[in-house]
């Protein structure tokens, strides 16, 4: 292949032949520990997520006693505990601009800035006004991590590890959750009036520390050759690639999609402002190439489903599933709340290990499978409840119990970790933030959508109901993910083009894999 015709199939986000093959011979051959520097990055960088996971978990407990303390109806609830999700939106939006801008690392910093103050608003809040405006400044801090901390990780990691790195997120969402949970259990016995107020304000301690600690990270590679800052990009990249060799190939394939000549080895270049993000919605949106209409559809079908198949529905109203099960002591209610964390974490944990070994497609169309199983007998246990209120139905109830620990560990082994490790790898360089933002703008508007009228939608359609809606939209999305979802385990991020865009990617792939011979391995 030519000089030029390497340049063009960059430019696509492509990667020729050749250089794929340089590449994986480079990683592929021999196995290499785990780059330390990377995993540390991406472990700074993840552990923003954490602030949304705390908010999920706090507010499902302490939604209990807010009601009682600003004595609220179920409206005014389900407004609470959903609109964060809708406030999110902002920041999400906000945060591919800003991070092409300031860039990455400093976006991270901003998000936990804005929580932090959010948090504290709502530790301090004397109304239910003032709770709602304290959830509006948090949940423009939890949009900005929720988009920027999946596009660093996956810029900023090698590929032999990206899957293993880019689930971290979720790693630490799945915390979060587990540690507002343990935050409800250890403040409830505190007196009304101060025990929510204590559940809530606590989240900002954490964002100060991670502040702080994103501060000692580099800033990505991609964002730094965006801006012209080659030197810096380098030396970054040499630190968290698997060896000197891939770290020259990914320069060159970021320089290429960033239409900087191969050859250029000035430290400081000069850029054009299509490198700042300039045109990228027009790309995206208006006049899209079939690839990135492919992967528009893709990246924003994931987090669809992600959030329609109901998670935020049983994470956040656990304690009102227990309830309609038969368990009513609040202690209890709120124990059984914690096995749900607990079960989540743990699974996550076991998908971070299996992402870059099993491949995405197995593990996520195994997940949802999985998903779709665990609500329907969830549905069935509910209605066998409902229909036998007058006497307690202890199998059914024990049923229930184990469909919702069940569906958490399905969705933690697959859907919720992939969703973000994929979103954030498929786009290419130049459209990767705003294609994110988008995804991520989906996921929240979903989640704000199901966690503001589960109450109502269990009043209209019982609660069972509602369960065997979410299976139906779990299966429909199982079969989305078994047309559209092409397996991304392995390939560069600059090589992802060759994978989207074709009627047949499937046999695309296939066409890829007899060619190239070790592309189908893990790099």
Not at 64 to 82: F, P, Q, S, T
Not at 150 to 163: L, N
Not at 303 to 315: L, M, N, R, T
Not at 363 to 384: C, D, E, H, K, R
Request: hydrophobic share 50%.
């Amino acid at each position: 292949m030519s000089e030029s015709d390497q340049r063009l199939a960059f430019s696509a986000g492509e990667t020729p032949k050749a250089v794929t093959e340089d590449l994986e011979s480079s990683v592929a051959d021999k196995k290499r520990p785990r780059n330390k520097y990377a995993m540390a990055c991406a472990l700074l960088a993840s552990m923003t997520s954490i602030l949304l996971g705390y908010d999920i978990g706090v507010m499902s407990g302490a939604s209990i006693y807010i009601k009682k303390d600003l004595h609220l109806n179920d409206l005014k609830v389900e407004l609470l505990v959903g609109s964060l999700n809708l406030y999110s939106l902002l920041g999400s939006f906000a945060a591919g601009r800003t991070s092409d801008w300031i860039g990455r690392r400093y976006t991270i910093v901003l998000a936990g800035v804005i929580f932090f103050a959010g948090a504290l608003l709502m530790g301090f809040a004397t109304n239910y006004a003032f709770l709602m405006f304290g959830r509006f400044v948090a949940g423009v801090g939890v949009g900005y991590a929720l988009m920027i901390a999946p596009v660093y990780t996956a810029e900023v990691s090698p590929a032999s590890s990206r899957g293993f790195l880019t689930s971290f997120p979720e790693v630490f969402i799945n915390a979060g959750i587990l540690l507002g949970y343990v935050s409800n259990y250890g403040f409830s016995r505190l007196r009304l009036t101060l025990g929510w107020r204590l559940m809530l304000g606590v989240g900002a301690v954490p964002s100060v520390f991670l502040a702080l600690g994103v501060l000692a990270m580099p800033e990505s590679p991609r964002w730094l050759v965006m801006q012209g800052r080659l030197g810096e990009a380098k030396k970054v990249l040499d630190k968290t690639s698997d060896s000197g060799e891939e770290a020259g190939l990914r320069l060159g394939e970021i320089k290429a999609a960033a239409g900087i000549p191969e050859e250029c080895n000035e430290d400081v270049v000069k850029v054009s402002n299509r490198s700042h993000g300039e045109g990228v919605w027009r790309e995206l949106l208006v006049k899209p190439t079939r690839m990135v209409r492919h992967i528009l559809i893709a990246g924003v079908g994931i987090h669809f489903f992600q959030q329609a198949s109901g998670i935020d529905a049983v994470v956040l109203y656990s304690p009102r599933i227990f309830d309609k099960a038969g368990i009513t002591n609040d202690d209890q209610k709120l124990l059984a709340t914690v096995a749900v964390g607990f079960v989540k974490t743990m699974f996550i944990l076991v998908a971070t290990f299996l992402l870059d070994r099993v491949g995405r497609r197995p593990l996520l169309l195994t997940s949802v499978g999985g998903m779709v199983a665990a609500l329907a007998v969830l549905g069935f246990g509910l209605t066998v409840i409902d229909q036998h209120s007058e006497q307690r139905q202890v199998w059914a109830v024990g049923l229930c119990i184990a469909m919702v620990l069940c569906y958490v560990a399905f969705f933690s082994i697959g859907m919720g970790p992939i969703t973000w490790v994929y979103s954030s790898e498929i786009f290419p360089l130049r459209l990767r933030a705003q294609g994110t933002s988008m995804g991520v703008a989906v996921n929240r508007v979903v989640s704000g959508v199901i966690s503001t009228t589960f109450l109502s939608l269990s009043d209209a359609m019982t609660i069972g109901g509602a369960f065997f809606l979410f299976a139906g939209i779990a299966a429909c999305g199982w079969g989305f993910f078994w047309v559209a979802l092409p397996e991304t385990q392995g390939k560069t991020l600059e090589e992802m083009g060759l994978l989207f865009g074709h009627l047949n990617w499937k046999k695309k792939a296939r066409r890829m894999e007899r060619g190239d011979g070790n592309e189908s391995q893990g790099n």
